[in-house]
Each structure stands twice: as C-alpha cells, then as structure tokens.
C-alpha cells in the first residue's frame, strides 16, 4: 500500500503552464510504476502520463497519452518519493481533476496506460484552464 497526495493544481490560462506534484509514502514496491490520470465532467477517468520502471534493473521508462504528448513531462526525484507533472501549452480541454497512482508492482509497455492496473490512487487535484 501507499498514500499518494496531489498539489499544484489550480486556475491558468489557455497556453499557459502548471506543475502537479505527487507525494508518495508506503511500500517501495508500490512505486515502481506510477503516473497520472484525469477525469473531466462527465467523462471516464483518463490516462495522461505514466513512469514505469523494469523489473530488476534501474531501467525507466515514460508513456504518455497522445492527447498530451509534446506538452506534458512526467518525472519522479526517486530519494524524496515524489512524482511530478510539468504540463505547457495548457489547453481548456486539459480542464480535469488530476489524479496520481500507482501499481503494485510493475507494468510495461501498453498496460501502464490501462487505469485498472492501478491500485494506488490518491484524492485529486483540480486544474481548470480558461480560454
């Protein structure tokens, strides 16, 4: 198990930027694999953006949703159990509740998108972009 807290959400303007930011605190092996997802009004939670790591090696890997590729950068400061979401070129379809979460376990290639393979899920962070 672990405990995922969200922040840096808030209001910007279309074109503009924002920085999430994801604490994590738990079992290591919780967080091997851990990414972020969104969920719009509604709309089905969605994938954004994923980290995941190879089973026995230091190897990681970074899956990104087309919808935000080019614009967003998922990355994690492994010693502070952190993962971050630097989004850019924010646009009002980027409008959601952000959530962060992790597998327990790890995930390779497609199947880090799939948001049923998360377990992990942390309560939300609000980002809403004006035109």
């Known amino acids: 198990q672990v405990q995922l807290v969200e922040s840096g959400g808030g209001l910007v303007q279309t074109g503009g930027s924002r920085n999430l930011s994801c604490a994590a605190s738990?079992?290591?092996?919780?967080?091997?694999?851990m990414g972020w997802f969104r969920q719009a009004p509604g709309k089905e939670r969605e994938f954004v953006a994923a980290?995941?790591?190879?089973?026995?090696?230091?190897?990681?890997?970074?899956h990104y949703a087309n919808s935000v590729k080019g614009r967003f950068t998922i990355s994690r400061e492994s010693a502070r159990n952190m993962l971050y979401l630097e989004m850019n070129s924010l646009k009002p379809e980027d409008t959601a509740v952000y959530y962060c979460?992790?597998?327990?376990?790890?995930?390779?290639?497609?199947?880090?998108?799939?948001?049923?393979?998360?377990?992990?899920w942390g309560q939300g962070t609000q980002v809403t972009v004006s035109s």
């Open positions: 979460a992790s597998v327990d376990g790890y995930c390779s290639g497609n199947a880090c998108k799939d948001r049923r393979l998360y377990r992990n």
């Open positions: 738990g079992r290591a092996s919780s967080m091997f694999a």
């Open positions: 980290l995941s790591r190879r089973a026995a090696t230091t190897d990681t890997y970074k």
